[in-house]
DNA sequence: TTGAAAGCGCTAACAT
DNA sequence: ATGTTAGCGCTTTCAA
């Protein structure tokens, strides 16, 4: 365990003063070219790094932004993160990822441990349904941006995908392909997407007249549920599903895949695309796009501004998902 | 921007001392239940939070690991994540995610950038070949665990899962059932496992006189590559197939029913259950089974160890796979 | 162009 | 049982 070289010892070592030193690894003011080797060849020399904790310490400044994510195992989440790290590179500003599994209580739990000193801000993707929840753990003197879920009565910036007119239209389609039983499986009933996303499906269904209740199976936006639903949906007699996640719906597949049956011939489904993972595959399905990436740099920006400027008021972005039929 | 509170306005506005507030705050001296009672009365009044960043500095101690890992979205590390993470909560050490996307530069970088300060220690799914790329940015100081990947040379302590035997056992299993052009499409090939993996289907395919290189396809451990290599060995003519990884296992299937084949049925298909996603659905394929969950695990126990006595001696674990063949 | 020194918020040794 | 205070490594103001 070797010992930690700090910049005294490089000041030490170049036998100029500490301000110098600091000077010089900061660019932050002139320094005689002479000078400045020497202090270059102490730090090569000694491999000293300046230590981030009290820079942070004395700077107020960490470079570090969370995203607080339900389900970093949920393709759609992954390509958020990516999408946020990538622009926020751009600053030099680094993504820690807090998965919460869609638990009210990690989610809390997490932002109130990192939220004093430990990162400049929060892009939050929360699982928790209104703002009362939230309210006590959040630091106010910090910045968050809340992505994909609105909650309720949130006073901070928002970025959200609206699906309601895509997946009115995906039912649409359905019902003018001839489907009449038209099943349906929810996620977490507290979420915004998840209600947004059902009073879609109900509205059209009640349009033409063809809405009953005991069609939709209430999830909960992981895939585990999948299988028990699906298996009822076909009891019924559906000729036709649309689930409301991206998740459930490649679980569908899946699970319809066991028991031999093809989507786009045995039964017609209607899913989310929205991560890269099925781009590539699932290409016989009716799909309700997100524009995923889109999403996560509009809310990386928002950050980088705000770190900025911590005063802007608040605004909320609503970004619009699109309606692709299956071409068989 | 409300004014964030520190210790002194603690100790002020309950009229003792910072160090008593400490000393509650810390459950670290024997205080009059009265006077902690009003420093907790000033806290909660205040909304006090200890910066954690002035603590980490004062004592050395973060509570932080990171976890360098190559691809977030592949269920593997997931998995991997989440057990990890369940073992330090134990010790209320939280988990930073660094996502390399087994890009060699892109993990050089974020070791580097959290190397000095940030965390207290790290845990790598390490994307680079050999110890002497690496050795450059390890920080001196803080303990390391190498998970999943082996690297050569590598003086610290590392957790793998050996799976040449189960793949071996698993490649007999093909051949016996009587398919003798079996296709291979590897991971990446700088990766110990993936070199491992190759050597096992060689091994069989040599034992049994039927070897081919020209069956052999050489992937990337992402998704991406798998179509290509499908339809390649789908010309040749196999009737089986082996593949490296759960993710391009899982693009496997997902192509194969794309072009209406049937797995277990129009072509057998090897692969790797790494994580829960898999558990769920396939269950007509052959199966390479890592201890997945366990793997983090024994990781995340290794570095409470080692972050409890950082001079303890390096010490190499292996797991090992076992193969469960499909029973249809 | 460089240096001296204050101070960021906290912990803990030492004093009372 | 509580208070006083040094000091963690760094940045930055002010002086030289």
Same mark, same amino acid.
């Given at each position: 365990?070797?010992?930690?070289?700090?910049?005294?010892?490089?000041?030490?070592?170049?036998?100029?003063?500490?301000?110098?030193?600091?000077?010089?690894?900061?660019?932050?003011?002139?320094?005689?070219?002479?000078?400045?080797?020497?202090?270059?060849?102490?730090?090569?020399?000694?491999?000293?790094?300046?230590?981030?904790?009290?820079?942070?310490?004395?700077?107020?400044?960490?470079?570090?932004?969370?995203? @607080?994510?339900?389900?970093?195992?949920?393709?759609?989440?992954?390509?958020?993160?990516?999408?946020?790290?990538?622009?926020?590179?751009?600053?030099?500003?680094?993504?820690?990822?807090?998965?919460?599994?869609?638990?009210?209580?990690?989610?809390?739990?997490?932002?109130?441990?990192?939220?004093?000193?430990? @990162?400049?801000?929060?892009?939050?993707?929360?699982?928790?349904?209104?703002?009362?929840?939230?309210?006590?753990?959040?630091?106010?003197?910090?910045?968050?941006?809340?992505?994909?879920?609105?909650?309720?009565?949130?006073?901070?910036?928002?970025?959200?995908?609206?699906?309601?007119?895509?997946?009115?239209?995906?039912?649409?389609?359905?019902?003018?392909?001839?489907?009449?039983?038209?099943?349906?499986?929810?996620?977490?009933?507290?979420?915004?997407?998840?209600?947004?996303?059902?009073?879609?499906?109900?509205?059209?269904?009640?349009?033409?007249?063809?809405?009953?209740?005991?069609?939709?199976?209430?999830?909960?936006?992981?895939?585990?549920?999948?299988?028990?639903?699906?298996?009822?949906?076909?009891?019924?007699?559906?000729?036709?599903?649309?689930?409301?996640?991206?998740?459930?719906?490649?679980?569908?597949?899946?699970?319809?895949?066991?028991?031999?049956?093809?989507?786009?011939?045995?039964?017609?489904?209607?899913?989310?695309?929205?991560?890269?993972?099925?781009?590539?595959?699932?290409?016989?399905?009716?799909?309700?796009?997100?524009?995923?990436?889109?999403?996560?740099?509009?809310?990386?920006?928002?950050?980088?501004?705000?770190?900025?400027?911590?005063?802007?008021?608040?605004?909320?972005?609503?970004?619009?998902?699109?309606?692709?039929?299956?071409?068989?």
């Amino acid at each position: 365990m070797a010992k930690v070289v700090s910049i005294s010892d490089v000041a030490k070592d170049a036998g100029v003063s500490v301000a110098t030193v600091s000077y010089v690894i900061n660019n932050t003011k002139q320094v005689k070219p002479e000078t400045r080797e020497k202090v270059e060849s102490s730090i090569r020399h000694l491999g000293f790094r300046p230590n981030m904790i009290a820079r942070s310490f004395k700077t107020g400044k960490k470079n570090l932004v969370a995203f @607080v994510v339900p389900d970093i195992a949920n393709n759609f989440f992954s390509t958020l993160i990516e999408s946020i790290e990538q622009v926020l590179a751009s600053q030099n500003v680094k993504l820690m990822i807090l998965n919460t599994k869609e638990t009210k209580e990690r989610e809390l739990d997490l932002i109130n441990v990192v939220a004093n000193g430990v @990162v400049d801000g929060f892009i939050v993707a929360s699982t928790v349904e209104n703002y009362k929840e939230l309210k006590p753990v959040l630091p106010s003197n910090l910045p968050f941006v809340f992505i994909d879920r609105q909650i309720e009565k949130c006073p901070y910036d928002s970025i959200t995908v609206n699906c309601y007119n895509a997946l009115c239209e995906g039912v649409e389609y359905l019902i003018s392909k001839g489907h009449k039983k038209i099943g349906y499986i929810t996620g977490l009933s507290r979420i915004s997407t998840t209600k947004e996303r059902l009073k879609a499906y109900e509205d059209t269904m009640k349009a033409h007249g063809l809405y009953n209740p005991s069609l939709v199976m209430v999830g909960d936006s992981m895939r585990h549920c999948v299988d028990e639903h699906l298996q009822n949906i076909l009891d019924m007699g559906c000729t036709a599903i649309a689930i409301s996640n991206n998740i459930m719906g490649a679980e569908a597949m899946i699970q319809m895949n066991r028991r031999g049956l093809i989507p786009g011939k045995d039964i017609e489904l209607l899913g989310f695309l929205d991560g890269e993972e099925l781009q590539y595959g699932f290409h016989n399905i009716d799909l309700v796009c997100q524009p995923t990436a889109e999403l996560g740099i509009v809310a990386g920006k928002r950050m980088l501004e705000r770190l900025e400027n911590p005063d802007m008021s608040a605004s909320n972005i609503v970004l619009q998902a699109k309606f692709e039929p299956y071409k068989g």
